[in-house]
């Protein structure tokens, strides 16, 4: 799954795509719809999304809230498969 990840901290709730969008000041569509909005620590509100290859330009990260980009790499097998 190829794009660039990146974390938002949000105080209540896990938020949605659209708000996530929001605060990283991007269009909802340059999010990938199908990984979603996934808690990385919950407890302290931290989730992560992913930014789609085809998105026009970088989020903003002057906000406290916006941590990234992070990279994204496949995960393959690790050894010869059984």
């Known amino acids: 799954m190829p794009g660039s990840m990146f ?8 938020p949605t795509l659209a708000e996530a969008a929001q605060i990283m000041q991007i269009q909802e569509c340059d999010l990938d719809r199908g990984f979603g909005v996934v808690a990385v620590d919950p407890k302290r509100g931290i989730y992560t999304v992913l930014l789609r290859p085809e998105a026009p330009r970088e989020p903003s990260t002057n906000s406290p809230q916006v941590e990234g980009p992070f ?8 050894g010869p498969p059984r």
Do not use: K, L
């Open 7 to 14: 974390t938002i901290q949000v105080d209540d709730g896990a």
């Open 71 to 78: 990279s994204n790499p496949g995960i393959g097998h690790f």
